[in-house]
């Protein structure tokens, strides 16, 4: 791979088979495919760094019918998958368009397995979503990057967006949610005292060298093994801090062209196979959000800074029209904020790690609750919104605290670190729970009623009033090793009693330019417009704005951006290239 320094490294009368824009997750892989293909390629990227938003995920990818997901589920199949998928998106997308993904996804991964360093372990148990649905399985289909040494990039290792600083632990080594179960019980198990041992030996002689960990996992690993791979193949540029400036057509009405912009550096670009928008989706431009998003403040999104949506103007420009008909324009999870020393926000999301747990309840401002807490990340973020509970306020006891964090407070944290928080305000404490309501300036009674409410159905192990705790995807969510009937509940009992503000953060876009089965852009009437393709967030979701299980942004990104990059290159052959 070739990086260009500046823009003015490219010739004025520059050719290439595929244009990629964006170079997150969906980005790289169009590249990487497009590259495997033998295509010359000429990768784009409006920001400082490659990742995009992908770089600060969980890095899953939702993938059905793969040989790895057979190795822990062999009784899945595509048929099943379907059914899932139609259960739960019903007529929201194309049912054709959703078969795509299950025929091609692993062909994708045995390609990426075979010929390049992008490989994948599957979860031993990570459910879909909607896990009461017909077709819906408890694993098979996710599918987690294997971490990867950051080491082996070399010079390339600082291109890399750098993870969430709250996602790691001192002072940049990352963990996955093995490795904190690992270190949670270091002292309970000696298999977990040496794997904390080793990953913490790794990561202090890492800080001799480098200014975070190398030890890479999750998102940042997925990107990192594209990156390294596309780094072994000759026929790809990169261009960082590029930006898309316009799109070109020829006579006959297809996209052969386009301009590039990089501060008053401007290039002209002839494509002869095509152009992939992969650049992370609207979500940062205000005025689509604005009308797709309104009341959700752009404080609340915790996405990298590279999804202006700059490039969809374009596209529109040459006919392109967004995916209609999802349940939501984006993807949504609670968030909690928190101002950092150098004055930028921390935006934390709430995945797994705390709100489904024992001795946690969520209330709105009138000390209420209004939301199973152990559903999906996607439909809480939805019923903040729908209920108008923002904030809302997730309330914990000392004991649930101490036993699981919450939010950006780790297990355990001392006196002095809840200090800490407290004094920022980040962190709301009473010693009672009519303390905590007044420090909410909620209804005390309200609150308390809640809470006896709650802890009699608690103890109990069932909870009539959202159903907490009766899937199989919201049991996952909880604690195993909770000695109750229900692993998702608990009584708050032992006071001091705690609370962080929590908001409706947009995670990423749905809603996107919709495409056919080859990922080319579609016009008003429903035609591909020729040499334009969408992938990853740029792209309409498959799902239709249906959350329906982990990795269903970063997996049919994957496999849509192959799909982009085959058709591309035939289009490419066709063209007579010299």
């Known amino acids: 791979m070739k990086r260009l320094d500046t823009l003015q490294a490219l010739p004025q009368d520059a050719a290439c088979d595929l244009l990629v824009v964006g170079a997150g997750g969906a980005g790289l892989a169009a590249a990487l495919f497009g590259a495997l293909q033998g295509l010359d390629v000429l990768l784009v990227e409006a920001t400082e760094y490659v990742g995009g938003t992908t770089a600060l995920s969980a890095g899953t990818s939702w993938i059905p019918g793969t040989r790895l997901g057979a190795q822990v589920n062999p009784q899945d199949t595509a048929a099943e998958a379907a059914r899932y998928l139609t259960n739960a998106i019903g007529e929201r997308t194309p049912a054709a368009l959703r078969q795509v993904l299950l025929d091609q996804g692993p062909a994708t991964v045995d390609e990426l397995a075979a010929r390049t360093e992008v490989k994948f372990r599957p979860y031993p148990k990570h459910p879909d979503y909607i896990s009461d649905l017909g077709g819906s399985a408890i694993n098979g289909r996710a599918l987690e990057p294997q971490p990867f040494d950051g080491r082996r990039l070399g010079e390339l290792f600082g291109l890399l967006r750098p993870p969430i600083p709250e996602f790691t632990v ?127 403040d752009i404080a609340w999104c ?202 409706p953060g947009d995670i990423g876009a749905a809603q996107g330019f919709a495409t056919d089965g080859d990922a080319r852009v579609l016009d008003a009437a429903g035609a591909p417009i020729p040499g334009l393709y969408a992938a990853g967030n740029d792209m309409h979701s498959v799902m239709g704005g249906v959350y329906t299980a982990p990795g269903i942004t970063i997996g049919p990104g994957m496999v849509f951006a192959r799909q982009a990059a085959r058709h591309a290159a035939a289009r490419a052959a066709a063209s007579g290239k010299p």
């Open 170 to 296: 001192l002072g940049g080594m990352m963990v996955d949610r093995t490795d904190i179960n690992h270190l949670l019980g270091m002292t309970r198990s000696l298999a977990s005292l040496r794997h904390s041992a080793s990953i913490l030996a790794r990561h202090g002689r890492d800080r001799l060298k480098h200014p975070r960990g190398t030890r890479l996992v999750m998102g940042n690993a997925h990107v990192a093994r594209l990156l390294y791979s596309l780094s072994r193949q000759d026929t790809v540029a990169l261009a960082l801090r590029t930006r898309l400036a316009a799109l070109q057509r020829g006579a006959d009405g297809s996209v052969d062209g386009a301009a590039l912009a990089q501060g008053d550096v401007r290039r002209s670009v002839r494509v002869r196979g095509g152009v992939v928008l992969a650049s992370g989706g609207f979500n940062r431009h205000p005025e689509r959000r604005r009308a797709l998003l309104p009341g959700a």
């Open 302 to 503: 915790p996405g990298a800074p590279g999804h202006t949506g700059e490039a969809h103007a374009m596209a529109e420009a040459v006919g392109g029209r967004y995916g209609e008909g999802g349940l939501s324009p984006a993807f949504w999870a609670p968030v909690s904020l928190r101002r950092r020393a150098d004055g930028s926000t921390a935006v934390f999301p709430h995945f797994v790690m705390d709100r489904a747990k024992p001795g946690m309840l969520t209330v709105n401002q009138a000390g209420e609750r209004f939301v199973n807490e152990s559903t999906s990340y996607h439909l809480f973020g939805m019923a903040m919104q729908q209920a108008g509970a923002v904030p809302a306020y997730l309330v914990c006891d000392a004991a649930a605290l101490r036993r699981y964090g919450m939010g950006m407070i780790r297990p355990g944290a001392s006196a002095k670190l809840l200090g800490s928080f407290l004094a920022d305000g980040y962190l709301a404490k009473g010693d009672t729970l009519a303390d905590l309501a007044r420090a909410l300036r909620i209804d005390p009674a309200r609150l308390q009623a809640t809470v006896e409410r709650f802890n009699g159905h608690a103890r109990a192990g069932s909870d009539p009033d959202f159903h907490r705790g009766e899937t199989a995807y919201s049991r996952n969510i909880g604690d195993a090793g909770w000695p109750g009937p229900n692993p998702c509940l608990g009584p708050l009992e032992q006071g001091p009693f705690y609370a962080v503000r929590l908001y």
